[in-house]
């Protein structure tokens, strides 16, 4: 797999995590045919901009599920907001980016992008983490108009492509989320 662009990496790891995502729910230990078709036609679909990826407002209805805990390690206690890809824009849209952060973690992490601190930790993100992480990321470089363009030339980021995910893990070490969802 040859990837160039920003917009072919993010598409990617958006394409892979679709298929991981899937796999997971059916409880599959390993990926399948049918999930690695999954993944070629949802790749060659973003790219082409014939699909589109799921909007963060599906990701917005998930946080009336997810548990009032730290996003990091699953505590309840001494909770605080962090950023998931910290912007200096602000605005309107700046919710999305609000996850629970336990003060512990959130100090530990300071400045660090959350999937910089999850690769510290030998751990992979959490599926719900990265599908939030990774729209954000697509709709921070929409935005900006960077898509198309060399990773060799992009400018600085709020996040690290570096640590945007091109290989997953089976789909039975994977975990939705930090804590169990109820
Ligand atoms: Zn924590």
């Given amino acids: 797999m040859e990837i160039t662009t ?9 394409a ?10 059916a409880k599959a230990e390993k990926y399948g045919r049918k999930q690695f ?11 082409k901009q014939t ?25 309840r206690e001494y909770l605080t907001i962090d950023h998931l890809i910290p912007t200096k824009r602000g605005g309107a849209n700046s919710g999305d980016k609000l996850v629970w952060a336990c003060r512990s973690c959130n100090s530990s992490k300071c400045a660090r992008d959350a999937l910089e601190w999850f690769d510290e930790r030998n751990q992979f993100s959490p599926i719900l983490l990265l599908r939030c992480y990774l729209k954000l990321a697509i709709e921070i470089c929409r935005e900006r108009d960077l898509m198309s363009v060399p990773l060799a030339e992009v400018p600085e980021l709020p996040f690290s492509l570096g640590t945007i995910p091109r290989i997953y893990p089976s789909p039975n070490v994977l975990r939705l989320w930090i804590t169990e969802l109820t």
């Fill in 6 to 14: 920003v917009g072919e990496l993010l598409h990617w790891s958006y």
């Fill in 16 to 25: 892979n995590l679709v298929m991981a995502h899937a796999a997971n729910t």
């Fill in 37 to 47: 078709m999954i993944r070629a036609r949802l790749y060659s679909g973003l790219n």
């Fill in 51 to 75: 699909m589109n990826i799921g909007s963060l407002a599906d990701d917005e209805r998930l946080k009336i599920i997810l548990p009032q805990a730290c996003c990091y390690c699953g505590s």
